[in-house]
Nanobody, 121 residues
């Protein structure tokens, strides 16, 4: 069983930056593909970024060039650096871990509780 805890969310003005962290415990972190998803009020959860165990990355078109996903296997942590934030990035952000990499949330086995990101205009 892998336990994931996100941190780093908050309130930021448009154009600003935040770095989200997701720390894992209870499993072998470097064996899992990692993903970030987000869910805005009244909307479905959507894919943001993914990072494989082999360091391959994938980004949603809406965040490509602004967000960067990375991982530190020593610290059992995955990061999401978010730059040039827009009001439409406002959402609860979730990290996820699983044996497969995908843009589909169903591919991920473990989920964190989420961290709120609010971008003001």
């Amino acid at each position: 069983q892998v336990h994931l805890v996100e941190s780093g969310g908050g309130l930021v003005q448009a154009g600003g930056s935040l770095r989200l962290s997701c720390t894992a415990s209870g499993g072998t972190f470097n064996m899992y593909h990692m993903g970030w998803f987000r869910q805005a009020p009244g909307k479905e959860r959507e894919f943001v970024a993914a990072l494989t165990t082999g360091a391959n990355t994938d980004y949603a078109d809406s965040v490509k060039g602004r967000f960067t996903i990375s991982r530190d296997n020593v610290k059992n942590t995955v990061y999401l650096q978010m730059n040039s934030l827009k009001p439409e990035d406002t959402a609860v952000y979730f990290c996820a871990a699983g044996p497969w990499t995908s843009r589909a949330s169903s591919a991920y086995k473990y989920w964190g509780q989420g961290t709120q990101v609010t971008v003001s205009s």
